[in-house]
């Protein structure tokens, strides 16, 4: 082995010590979270940790203005908010109480009786505003529509219960004193003194229990802060604050549209700036180009005269004769763009040529409907629902899609819609009850031991929307068949109270049996799957 080879050999032979790691291989490159890419996107996004109730008092005012300007001055996020508010109420949500009436002496029988006259009372209630507003100018129904309205815009709903004195409800020609009171979340003061117990408005005990709420309230056009007891003496809630937490120490509520607010106006932006383009584009679509001469050649004419050239004279005569043919013959032609547009013919040399718009572009549309998809996810509601456009929709991604958000339209029910109507509910039903107006076996006592269980109740909305309803009710029937469903649940699925559909069945099958005709509802009918199948697979 020459020198050389020997020398390359002893340099590079490896050593028997254990090999050490190169220094360029460290946890952030290769196995850590956060291993960044060669261009450093991950470095170039500042983060801070943060709480999350610290980071909704910071922006909440900003927030909500921002909320409010985009909700008020576009269209599409209007037609989206009224979106939301349908396919989660609907024209109202329908009580179906659930009282627990257990060791209360009640029968089955007794049970249904009782639950159909807190139904037919509850009704005339909520849709009177003399009743169940302090104002007088609202439903139960409209308030909860304005408390989703409040909570997509502010993240939140606040009203509080108010109860009339005789007096008034003797002047206003009313009976229930109960009254729900709407009060915006503006007026809900962003203070804080951790010290006080008092965080973004609401007291608090040493458990973090909401106690009170401070309101900006005003009177005779003087703004005061006043405080009101989250609960009576008794327990029962008088404030109602409904918002959808995102950490477990969360006291108030943000925007459903903060996440979206980028996407829209970056939305907004690109749709000005291809209608503006669009615009300077048609107006300049229509170009004249002349060969006529420019002053530059008239004055190097009388240049070439200056210098005394042979026929230069007659050289500029000749050319300024022919030149005024032209402006003759171009003084009889005429190029009008208006609403009534005429071209006739052009002078010698020049071309009259139209230009067409060349925005928006093939990538518009893609773009566009990207950001739309965003907002979309974003505010809970389908992308056909915020924007109208089914042009690539099939039955079964209309389906899938409408499937997936289901989940979530339910969960705001329960939790956002649902809490405006059984708030009033329970407070008017104790005081139904307690005024004797309907009758409990034990008496108000009897009630007030048992408040809770009795008072509970079930809030159902709209129906899921379907993309085939012959599908949709074959499936329902064919689980009724197979014994996976009830006729309740299915009911309950359309929006239909079952108690209410059993009796205006039961009354209606009595009214055609009187009558001597026969009864939709028997058994036998040709439209009676149970009877229609048989014969089919027999055929």
Known sequence: MSSFGAWVAKAFRPSRQSSPVPESRSPSRYEAYLRDTRSGVIASRP??????????????????????????????????????????VGTELTLNPQPDLSGLSYDDKERRDWISIVKKRWKMYAWNASECDFRGKLTIPQMADIGLRWWIAYGESTATIEY???????????????????????????????????????????????????????MNGIDRTEDFAARDAEGRALVLHAFDPMDATDVRGISLLAPAFRRHIQHEILDDATLQMAVLQTIYAIAL????????????????????????????????????????????????????????????????????????????????????????RAMGITFGGLTMNYSQSTYSSVRMETSSLWPVVQRRRERIAAPHYQLPYESWLDEE???????????????????????????????????????????????IANGTTSLAHEAGELGVDPDELFEQRLLEHNRYIDAGMRSPYDRGLPSDPAETEPSQGAA
């Not at 300024?320 to 032609?333: C, I, K, M, P, V």
């Open 47 to 88: 983060s801070a940790i943060r709480e999350h109730n610290d980071e909704v008092r910071r922006v909440w005012d900003r927030t909500a203005g921002i909320a409010m300007d985009l909700i008020q001055n576009s269209g599409r996020l209007k037609g989206a908010c009224d979106q939301i508010i349908a396919d989660t």
């Open 164 to 218: 009339m004195a005789a007096a008034d409800r003797l002047r206003y020609g009313i009976t229930a004193g109960t009254k729900m009171l709407m009060v915006p979340p503006t007026r809900l003061v962003r203070e804080t003194q951790e010290f006080a117990g008092l965080y973004q408005g609401i007291f608090h005990d040493e458990n973090w229990r909401p106690v009170a709420y401070r309101f900006k309230t005003r």
């Open 289 to 376: 180009t002349s060969e006529s001469p420019s002053v530059d050649a008239f004055e190097a004419l009388e240049a070439l005269k200056e210098t005394g050239a042979e026929n230069a004279a007659q050289i500029a005569k000749d050319f300024a004769n022919y030149f005024e043919a032209q402006l003759d013959r171009a003084s009889t032609s005429k190029i009008n763009v208006s609403g009534d547009p005429t071209v006739s013919h052009l002078a010698p040399g020049e071309k009259l040529t139209i230009e067409t718009a060349k925005i928006p572009g093939r990538d518009f549309l893609p773009f566009a409907d990207s950001l739309s998809r965003d907002m979309a």
């Open 433 to 479: 009850i307690g005024q004797g107006r309907i009758p409990f076996k034990g008496g108000y006592r009897a009630f007030a031991a048992n408040r809770d269980r009795v008072s509970w109740a079930l809030w159902q909305g709209p129906a899921k929307p379907t993309a085939d309803d012959l599908k949709s009710s074959k499936a329902s029937s064919e689980k």
